[in-house]
C-alpha cells in the first residue's frame, strides 16, 4: 500500500499530483485506488470540480469525502482549505467499494441495515471505513445498530 498527500491549491499543483501518482502506478503493481477528499471549503461547485478532474484523470479511482474544520498534513495542521490523500493498494485481492448516506436520524436502522446486507453480499468486506460530519447529532443509535455487522468486520473511521 501506498500513501500520497496532496495540498489542493490549483488545477496545476493539483493535476501534477495526479501525474505523479499515474507515474507511480505504471511502474508499480496497483490495483485499487482510494482518493479521500479533506474540505474545509463549503463550495459544492469547488468540490465538484475536483471530483470532475479526478473522474477525468483516474477514472478508475474511487473516492470520498467529508467537511472539516481543520486539515493536518505530514502531522501538523495545514493552512490548505482542501487536503486529498492517495491509497494505493498493490495486493491485487483487494477489492473496495463505496456508499454514501446521507445520514438522518430516522434513517439510521435502514442506512445501517443496507450495509450490512452489503457486507453479507460481499464477503470479500473485511473492514468499513466510516466519515460521519454532523456535530451535533447522537451517534448511539447508529453505534448500537452498528453492532450487527457481521463478526470479524472492523469498523474504523472520525465524527
Given at each position: 500500500?501506498?500513501?500520497?498527500?496532496?495540498?489542493?491549491?490549483?488545477?496545476?499543483?493539483?493535476?501534477?499530483?495526479?501525474?505523479?501518482?499515474?507515474?507511480?502506478?505504471?511502474?508499480?503493481?496497483?490495483?485499487?485506488?482510494?482518493?479521500?477528499?479533506?474540505?474545509?471549503?463549503?463550495?459544492?461547485?469547488?468540490?465538484?470540480?475536483?471530483?470532475?478532474?479526478?473522474?477525468?484523470?483516474?477514472?478508475?479511482?474511487?473516492?470520498?469525502?467529508?467537511?472539516?474544520?481543520?486539515?493536518?498534513?505530514?502531522?501538523?495542521?495545514?493552512?490548505?482549505?482542501?487536503?486529498?490523500?492517495?491509497?494505493?493498494?498493490?495486493?491485487?485481492?483487494?477489492?473496495?467499494?463505496?456508499?454514501?448516506?446521507?445520514?438522518?436520524?430516522?434513517?439510521?436502522?435502514?442506512?445501517?441495515a443496507e450495509l450490512k446486507?452489503?457486507?453479507?453480499?460481499?464477503?470479500?468486506?473485511?473492514?468499513?471505513?466510516?466519515?460521519?460530519?454532523?456535530?451535533?447529532?447522537?451517534?448511539?443509535?447508529?453505534?448500537?445498530?452498528?453492532?450487527?455487522?457481521?463478526?470479524?468486520?472492523?469498523?474504523?473511521?472520525?465524527?
Amino acid at each position: 500500500m501506498k500513501q500520497f498527500q496532496i495540498l489542493y491549491e490549483n488545477d496545476k499543483g493539483f493535476l501534477a499530483n495526479l501525474e505523479e501518482i499515474k507515474q507511480w502506478r505504471a511502474s508499480h503493481p496497483a490495483y485499487v485506488t482510494i482518493f479521500r477528499i479533506y474540505s474545509q471549503d463549503m463550495d459544492f461547485g469547488h468540490i465538484r470540480h475536483i471530483c470532475d478532474c479526478l473522474e477525468r484523470e483516474m477514472p478508475e479511482a474511487l473516492y470520498l469525502g467529508c467537511t472539516t474544520n481543520a486539515n493536518i498534513v505530514d502531522g501538523a495542521l495545514s493552512d490548505a482549505k482542501i487536503v486529498l490523500t492517495c491509497t494505493v493498494f498493490e495486493c491485487e485481492t483487494t477489492q473496495a467499494k463505496i456508499l454514501q448516506f446521507p445520514f438522518l436520524e430516522e434513517n439510521v436502522v435502514q442506512d445501517v441495515a443496507e450495509l450490512k446486507k452489503c457486507c453479507e453480499e460481499n464477503p470479500w468486506v473485511q473492514a468499513v471505513e466510516l466519515y460521519a460530519t454532523i456535530m451535533d447529532l447522537s451517534m448511539m443509535e447508529f453505534c448500537r445498530e452498528m453492532s450487527s455487522l457481521p463478526k470479524g468486520i472492523q469498523v474504523f473511521g472520525g465524527y
